[in-house]
């Protein structure tokens, strides 16, 4: 690129810009990128860089990218890891017409794009996850090889085995082990592994897919292998199915590659190759400052490091070490407001946050500030409430009195924890979000239990991800707070009220009111309400999702309302494709419940299909997709309105 560059200074081809030369002095592009960019930025089918005696040094390129990686070929790629897992599935499809992917749940969104080019079915496994922590990992081993006896026991076909690794989290799968179990099956194993692209280039970071076994790749070259965004690479690994699998990937790739690919956006990933191949010290010295980030938030206290309980996980083999998710929600604030305060008034911005915490990465030669970003982090206020009391296991539905009547009532109840202002639960009228927040599923209480809402000096009432469910002792009254009948569940308190800078309660909150086994109860003076006490109407009007509450902090709603659980797949009632290309209308999203979807939903980042086309919709998941979308930085890909209002289904 560069010596055509230098030898071609007067050009009379595409692109139009022409290559910046003799630039006129409005000319935009020049004046924004600069000359030298517009000068090598080139159309396919050069003579010199793609076209001429092979090996091009396109081709020289390719090679030296499929060494490093230790592919035996590698194609690059100018529509991102999309694109690979599109050529991917339409390889596999070549390969083994009619036969059905064996698909983990949690791939991105684009493997589920993929279905609908190529019609192709799939059989679903659903991956280790962590609801608390709203985090999905990866397959493992056993579970694999019982969905391939159980697809091979109902008379189905496989193609292929295709999964995720490493998470969007940083947990590493056995890939070796999937490898064996997919390969005694008769199966290749295809890799989406999007945020692994440096693996193997350390000794200090895991082993890559490929040299583990798997038979095609893909890699996000932009994420952590430092191309330019959009760039990516698609590696063939050196198995038994790479003759028949690579003649399928290079017409495949012929149906979704861009004749007008940009040779800047090529050249980033050979230059991305090579610094990546040379670079052992940057990335060991980018290891040590996430390292060291991890530390100091230990020795802290304040937060925790969600990838030191990866270990006790099955299917685990390792972390990626350039991936911190921090668990914000522990250190008394949900991670969308982290982020947003992160953002917004210490210009540091994060790859991601849930509801429990962030994820900050660390590219392999960059510098980054971790000090800021840890002063920052500990700059954080504390919301009252989010870390008064919790519970470590998931409760069944409880049984909801009769005279509670303005929360929404979900069948399957998660509840929220209460924070540590809160005695009796009472209500200021004004103070009613509680009741339009989609987040919020149920709140169980007694049938004793009259109105019921929170008291405006404790502001911040919201799900910790470790929370299961509370309901209210008829016997106390509307304080009483008492974990349901389950040996599952644990409870604990976590924290007293938050001090403030100087050590005193958080200015206007109320005392912690006594713990009887752990469990916040009402003080002993404490009045229940009239047991035939009524609350308002499901017709009151009730404030916005931008209404603010009362209080010294004023934070919007949206900013701090908890998100619920990730919420279960819905039942497949048709293929992707069919549902995709069927009849469709556009409904309420209340009235969507039960109806099959026509588009895929996905809460990004990360990008997870949390409703397929031909999935039944769920309550469960239309309140998680409008929580997310109400949050700071959140988006749901795929969704009608921005607010998820509304949704496609399948025409009935």
């Not at 990937?249 to 940009?262: F, G, H, K, N, P």
């Amino acid at each position: 690129m560069l010596r055509y560059a230098t030898s071609h200074p007067t050009r009379f081809h595409l692109p139009g810009h022409g290559g910046g030369s003799g630039a006129q002095p409005l000319d935009a592009l020049a004046a924004y990128f600069g000359e030298r960019a517009l000068s090598l930025d080139l159309m396919p089918m050069m003579h010199g860089i793609d076209l001429g005696p092979s090996p091009t040094p396109l081709e020289r390129s390719l090679r030296l990218a499929a060494d490093a990686w230790g592919a035996r070929r590698t194609w690059f790629l100018a529509n991102g890891a999309t694109q690979g897992n599109q050529i991917a599935a339409i390889a596999l499809a070549g390969l083994r017409p009619g036969a059905q992917m064996l698909v983990q749940r949690s791939v991105h969104s684009s493997v589920i794009d993929a279905l609908v080019i190529t019609g192709g079915g799939a059989r679903f496994v659903a991956p280790v996850v962590d609801t608390r922590g709203g985090m999905a990992h990866g397959l493992v081993a056993v579970e694999l090889r019982a969905a391939i006896e159980g697809a091979m026991a109902d008379g189905i076909r496989l193609s292929c085995v295709y999964i995720v690794s490493p998470s969007y989290f940083g947990f590493v799968s056995d890939i070796a082990a999937l490898a064996e179990v997919a390969h005694a099956a008769g199966l290749p194993l295809v890799v989406d592994e999007a945020w692994g692209a440096h693996f193997g280039f350390h000794e200090r970071l895991p082993r890559n897919a490929l040299r583990l076994g798997a038979d095609l790749v893909v890699s996000s070259t932009h994420k952590l292998g430092g191309s330019f965004t959009q760039s990516a690479m698609l590696h063939l690994g050196d198995g038994p199915f790479a003759d028949d699998l690579g003649a399928q990937v290079d017409r495949a790739r012929r149906v979704v590659q861009s004749t007008s690919e940009s040779t800047l956006l090529l050249a980033s990933l050979d230059l991305a190759r090579a610094q990546l191949a040379t670079g052992a010290d940057g990335i060991a010295r980018a290891i040590d400052l996430a390292e060291a980030l991890r530390s100091d938030m230990r020795a802290r206290g304040r937060f925790t490091i969600a990838s030191d309980e990866f270990a006790s996980l099955p299917g685990f083999a390792g972390v990626d070490p350039l991936r911190i998710a921090i668990g914000t929600l522990y250190g008394g604030i949900n991670g969308h407001r982290a982020r947003t305060i992160l953002a917004e008034e210490h210009g540091i911005l994060v790859e991601m946050a849930t509801d429990a915490g962030i994820v900050a990465l660390f590219a392999p030669f960059a510098d980054p500030d971790i000090d800021g970003l840890v002063t920052a982090l500990h700059a954080l206020p504390v919301d009252r409430g989010v870390r008064a009391v919790s519970v470590d296991a998931a409760v069944r539905a409880l049984p909801v009195g009769p005279a509670v009547r303005a929360l929404p009532v979900g069948p399957a109840v998660r509840a929220l924890p209460v924070g540590p202002a809160v005695g009796p639960l009472s209500v200021d009228p004004v103070v009613r979000a509680l009741s339009v927040d989609p987040v919020v599923r149920a709140l169980p209480v007694g049938p004793a239990v009259g109105p019921l809402s929170v008291d405006p000096v404790v502001r911040a009432v919201s799900r910790s991800p470790a929370v299961g469910a509370f309901h209210v002792d008829p016997a106390v009254g509307s304080g009483g707070l008492v974990p349901p009948a389950s040996d599952e569940v644990v409870m604990r308190v976590a924290s007293a009220v938050p001090p403030d800078s100087a050590g005193a309660p958080v200015s206007g909150a109320s005392t912690m009111p006594p713990a009887r086994d752990g469990v916040v109860v009402p003080a002993p003076d404490a009045m229940p309400p009239a047991p035939d006490a009524m609350l308002p109407g499901p017709d009151a009007m009730l404030p916005g999702p931008d209404a603010m509450l009362p209080g010294p902090v004023g934070v919007p709603v949206r900013q701090w309302s908890a998100i619920p659980p990730l919420p279960p797949w819905g039942t497949a009632r048709m293929t992707v494709r069919e549902a995709f290309f069927a009849p469709n209308e556009i409904v309420d999203a209340e009235h969507a419940i039960g109806r099959i979807a026509a588009d895929a939903l996905a809460a990004y980042p990360p990008g997870i299909p949390n409703v397929m086309p031909g999935e039944e919709i769920t309550r469960e998941l239309v309140e998680f997709v409008q929580a997310v979308a109400s949050a700071e930085f959140g988006h749901v890909r795929g969704a009608v309105d921005a607010r998820v209002f509304r949704m496609r289904v399948v025409a009935q």
